[in-house]
């Protein structure tokens, strides 16, 4: 299983807390599940961390079955709506977005 993660490396604007995580459930997380080819879609977001550690406030991740479904994923026109839709969810978010792929080993 292939993993892609979208880790929200800032803070998201002070008392925008609710209405970025409603952005994210009612806007977004319809599109991500539209996404061909996902397995699964999961947000995180985050209650503590390590002292010293960067701030995450939001990790999206995705699985996919194999690089390839990813890959189909990424091009597909779903994905681009998706980069526009983002665009509204930034306005309440400071900070950068920065992806990462994972191979997922089975136990």
């Known amino acids: ?12 604007h002070a008392g925008r807390e609710q209405a970025f995580k409603a952005y994210v459930a009612e806007k977004l997380m319809p599109m991500w599940l539209a996404f061909p080819g996902v397995r699964e879609v999961r947000v995180l977001y985050d209650i503590e961390r390590d002292e010293g550690a960067p701030a995450y406030p939001m990790v999206l991740s995705t699985m996919y079955e194999s690089r390839e479904a990813l890959a189909a994923a990424l091009e597909s026109p779903v994905r681009y709506e998706s980069r526009e839709v983002t665009k509204g969810l930034l306005e309440m978010f400071e900070g950068r977005i920065h992806h990462h792929v994972f191979d997922l080993a089975l136990s």
Do not use: D
């Open 1 to 12: 299983m292939i993993i892609r993660q979208a880790f929200f490396e800032g803070t998201i």
